[in-house]
């Protein structure tokens, strides 16, 4: 899971993309980046950490342009901590592109093969994205015929690249002298929207991974990219779109609305809100099921992403609601921290336990997911020392058992808490008096109650079904062996001003 966002507009657009990355960063923590285009120039700058560590008013003024595109990186594949593969990347030929790519190739070590032995391009870093730029790079070369693009060729090319990638990806692309480009897999497993804002200079455009990215910043949202679809937004301003796979079917990921989404977000149809708001519905059936009346004295989210789903089973059940529990806003996701160390040691310094609200009581504790198990033992513990009498947990999603191999960083089987083990097993694990887990047709039925136009989800780390159709034993064994052999040193920015030629502009 990363966040991207790409602007064209009539004034310069590096503060949009500053901003907009600021309403991205919990999509990932890790490093950030920004490639502004500016008359015969790419100008980028990307490090690792938050936005507003990242960038500083000199590398502001280095990236001047009315185009330009941003990222911030989550790790799925190659190191957590390497600066050479912090996104955008660039390629000079053919045009000049620089890519930001969300999601994960389940079939980058063939293409990376074919790339160096066939097309005769190499890939200088462990990242599929450097794969997937490269790809289109090549694609738009034979598109174009060795000269001058349009909209058609470059439809062309995305088309041929959908026919070679496999996996999860949502794709925003600078072409220099262009424009910007932006698709998604046939699949639709990562999110992408498309907004505008009139000015008096005429439209500007932004597409991104979340509508709260436009929002904030004062574009309204024109709609969803479709799987598979392809939209070009010339520097001029005019856009085009085109469909550009042979089957599309959205299968948008779920756990987009159980947890990686913000809840003010709209995606694909459906306010991320509102699905966990039916989360908490439905697996208040389940704790109904479980528990007599008076069992439970109290209910309480795990801040933020659980609350709807907690306030909403509350309700249903007429049992009490608090906020036992504090966050401090200032440590990150711990979810998507690298190193187990690192997620169990935040735990206690982004949450606190109100011994007011525990001392006593039984206590519901509700979380979106159960993935590692590291967090809930933590929370539990934290409640037991707060003074709580029994200590019940709830998760808003089915045990996770399966790795995700589309851009989340789901650890491997070994690691996740629910692999092998029965739910009491799991409750055991992590301390808790008694464990009830949604559904999963319950957790799909939440969100197709939103949108019913969605029939299919990608469930795979719940499921083990994976849409793709390529993912088999022995690919998840080459995976969690790559996560064991991934470097860990960290490096510091990267400046840098890329000339290219104007090619027939």
Not at 64 to 84: C, F, Q
Not at 327 to 345: E, L
Request: glycine share 10%.
């Amino acid at each position: 899971m990363c966040g991207i966002v790409g602007v064209v507009s009539h004034a310069p657009v590096n503060q949009l993309l500053y901003d907009s990355l600021l309403l991205l960063q919990h999509r990932g923590q890790d490093a950030a980046g920004i490639a502004t285009a500016n008359g015969n120039n790419f100008n980028m700058y990307k490090a690792g950490g938050l936005v507003r560590d990242v960038f500083r008013t000199r590398n502001m003024r280095s990236l001047p342009g009315n185009a330009g595109i941003g990222h911030v990186r989550y790790p799925t594949a190659g190191s957590s901590a390497s600066l050479e593969e912090a996104q955008p990347f660039y390629v000079n030929a053919p045009f000049g592109l620089t890519l930001a790519h969300n999601g994960n190739l389940t079939n980058s070590e063939s293409l990376r093969d074919e790339l160096f032995r066939i097309d005769r391009r190499h890939i200088n870093t462990s990242s599929d994205s450097e794969v997937l730029l490269n790809v289109l790079a090549h694609e738009l070369q034979l598109a174009s015929n060795g000269g001058s693009l349009d909209e058609a060729a470059i439809f062309r090319a995305v088309s041929a690249l959908h026919r070679r990638v496999k996996g999860g990806y949502a794709v925003v692309a600078q072409i220099a002298g262009y424009g910007i480009l932006a698709f998604r897999d046939p699949f639709g497993i990562r999110p992408l929207c498309l907004g505008s804002a009139e000015t008096e200079s005429g439209t500007e455009w932004m597409v991104t991974s979340e509508s709260v990215a436009l929002e904030g910043l004062g574009f309204k949202l024109s709609r969803d990219v479709l799987p598979g679809e392809a939209v070009f937004i010339s520097l001029d301003g005019d856009l085009a779109a085109a469909q550009c796979a042979d089957n599309p079917i959205l299968s948008p990921c779920i756990f987009e609305y159980v947890y990686m989404a913000r809840p003010d977000s709209l995606m694909d149809g459906v306010s991320v809100y509102d699905a966990r708001l039916r989360m908490g519905e439905y697996l208040a059936a389940k704790v109904a099921e479980r528990f007599a009346p008076g069992d439970i004295d109290v209910v309480m989210p795990i801040p933020d992403s659980s609350r709807p789903a907690a306030m909403q089973l509350a309700s249903r059940l007429n049992i009490d609601y608090r906020e036992g529990f504090i966050k401090n806003r200032y440590v990150g996701r711990t979810f998507i921290m690298p190193g187990q160390a690192v997620r169990k040691k935040s735990v206690r310094q982004k949450l606190n336990a109100m011994g007011v609200e525990f001392k006593g009581k039984n206590v519901l504790i509700v979380d979106d997911s159960i993935v590692r198990g590291t967090t809930s033992r933590e929370i539990v513990d934290m409640a037991r020392e707060a003074g709580a009498n029994k200590v019940y947990f709830a998760s808003a999603a089915p045990p996770v058992r399966f790795p995700n191999v589309y851009g989340i960083d789901m650890p491997t089987r070994s690691e996740l808490i629910a692999y092998g083990r029965s739910d009491e097993e799991i409750a055991r694990q992590i301390g808790a008096d008694a464990l009830v887990y949604q559904d999963i047709e319950a957790m799909k039925q939440a969100v197709r109650d939103v949108n019913p136009a969605i029939t299919q989800f990608d469930a795979s780390c719940f499921d083990g079904h994976y849409i793709t159709g390529d993912i088999t034993p022995e690919y998840l064994d080459r995976t969690e062996r790559r996560r064991g052999e991934e470097g860990t040193e960290r490096q510091g920015g990267l400046q840098v001003n890329l000339g290219y030629a104007a090619n027939d502009v």
